[in-house]
């Protein structure tokens, strides 16, 4: 079965640290970007970061998270992370990691086509 599966959701104080994974199966990163989004209630889904299928070091951010967020991808072990440092209450949201039909990064939520589960991240004040 081909899916996603994302993980490392939890409960922080503002300004803690997290690092959510997304481990896929039944396919391979190769050929993909890989993208994580949020969305909190009552808002609209937000592209937070992706990454591209062959160069860690392609990226793109949200303004909301840059410099706060970094995303980086292992794609001997088909994982995906995104370490969430300065965590604010604002970013409480369920985080869903996606896989693009692209294999450069992209943040429109209309261009991917494969979605895991999603992981809440709860920030206090």
């Known amino acids: 079965e081909v899916q996603l599966q994302a993980s490392g959701g939890g409960s922080v104080q503002a300004g803690g640290s997290l690092r959510l994974s997304c481990a896929a199966s039944g396919l391979s990163f190769d050929d993909h970007a890989i993208g994580w989004f949020r969305q909190a209630p009552g808002k609209e889904r937000e592209g937070v970061s992706c990454i591209s299928s062959s160069d860690n070091d392609d990226t793109v951010y949200s303004d909301s998270v840059k410099g706060r967020f970094t995303i980086a991808s292992d794609n001997a072990k088909n994982t995906v992370y995104l370490q969430m440092n300065s965590l604010k209450p604002e970013d409480t949201a369920t985080y869903y990691c996606?896989?693009?039909?692209?294999?450069?990064?992209?943040?429109?939520?209309?261009?991917?086509?494969?979605w895991g589960q999603g992981t809440e991240v709860t920030v206090s004040s």
């Open positions: 996606a896989r693009a039909r692209r294999t450069t990064p992209v943040r429109e939520a209309g261009l991917y086509d494969l």
